[in-house]
């Protein structure tokens, strides 16, 4: 039992998972952490933290049975799968609770119609008005190698991205993953510039085990950034004009080049993305907001 856990935590060190371990059983058995380590009361508070985390992992892959289901998992992507809890809303986008991205994304919850939950779409243009793609990796659990707007993820279950006001839990939120996936620094991403145009809600199956289903709020933002993209989340970038974006479309439609785009983009592109795209050019942006229409896609 102790191995398989140690494979299902392979991000991290031999010690530290033993350590991990130690402290989940210690958990089970609500046996408290010391609160001085070797004198040093400040480095006990520091492990006790760690090891909490590190529990937490442990119990929430042994409960779901990922070690032997799930072993081709990327390491990485794994860890995200378990460590990052998502928003669970109700189709009036209320938060109505929370739990990981590995439940999040299962199409059997999704299909149950468990587990819709808070997502953010960001479109990012050059101030050429070119448009930011990204290829996603090809370790990614869901939809790898699909091209797809600038950046695609979700809050977390956490004080700073839970902010309602102004969406600034959401803007916080995209923020975070543009430096995580794009390297793009904050400074270059100021938060309050993000203008979330609307809300969409769609479902859309990956292949026969995962899925998205999702409340997805669609940011935008002018602004030329420097870019050094994170391998592990993103697989290529490139920016695009209104015409390249259509050829690109075009290729996808009869399979040309083995291209994909995400459906949540396609969705936006075949909806909303042109009209938009002209507010762009025209500095008009804010005549575009309309955040309180849910459009179910």
């Known amino acids: 039992m102790a191995s398989a856990a140690a494979r299902s935590l392979a991000p991290f060190s031999s010690a530290s998972v033993s350590l991990g371990l130690v402290l989940a059983r210690a958990a089970s058995a609500r046996i408290a952490v010391p609160s001085s380590f070797g004198g040093h009361p400040r480095r006990a508070l520091a492990l006790r933290g760690r090891f909490s985390s590190f529990a937490a992992t442990a119990a929430v892959m042994g409960k779901a049975g990922t070690v032997g289901a799930d072993a081709g998992m990327?390491?990485?992507?794994?860890?995200?799968?378990?460590?990052?809890e998502c928003i669970l809303v109700d189709e009036?986008?209320?938060v109505v609770?929370?739990?990981s991205k590995y439940n999040c994304h299962l199409m059997e919850k999704i299909d149950s119609g468990y587990v819709l939950h808070r997502a953010f779409s960001v479109f990012l243009f050059n101030s050429k008005y070119e448009l930011l793609l990204q290829q996603r990796s090809a370790t990614k659990v869901t939809f790898?190698?699909?091209?797809t707007n600038?950046?695609?993820s979700h809050p977390l279950y956490r004080e700073s991205e839970l902010i309602e006001?102004?969406?600034?839990?959401?803007r916080n939120a995209a923020q975070r993953k543009l430096f995580d996936e794009l390297g793009i620094q904050a400074e270059d991403l100021p938060v309050d510039e993000f203008i979330p145009?609307?809300?969409?809600?769609?479902?859309?199956?990956?292949d026969g085990k995962w899925g998205e289903h999702e409340l997805d709020y669609l940011l935008?933002?002018?602004r030329d950034v420097r870019l050094s993209p994170n391998p592990e989340e993103v697989a290529d970038v490139k920016y695009v004009n209104r015409d390249e974006l259509k050829q690109l479309i075009k290729k996808a439609d009869v399979g040309e080049g083995g291209i994909k785009l995400s459906p949540w983009f396609r969705l936006v592109v075949d909806n909303m993305l042109m009209g938009w795209w002209d507010h762009v050019e025209q500095g008009t942006l804010e005549e575009a907001v309309d955040m309180k229409t849910i459009h179910k896609l």
Request: glycine content about 6%; charged content about 25%.
């Open 220 to 222: 935008f933002m002018v």
């Open 165 to 170: 006001e102004n969406c600034l839990g959401v």
């Open 150 to 152: 600038t950046c695609c």
């Open 97 to 99: 609770g929370h739990d």
């Open 74 to 84: 990327d390491a990485v992507q794994r860890r995200l799968m378990f460590e990052d």
């Open 197 to 206: 145009l609307g809300k969409m809600l769609y479902k859309a199956p990956s």
């Open 92 to 94: 009036q986008d209320n």
């Open 144 to 147: 790898p190698l699909v091209w």
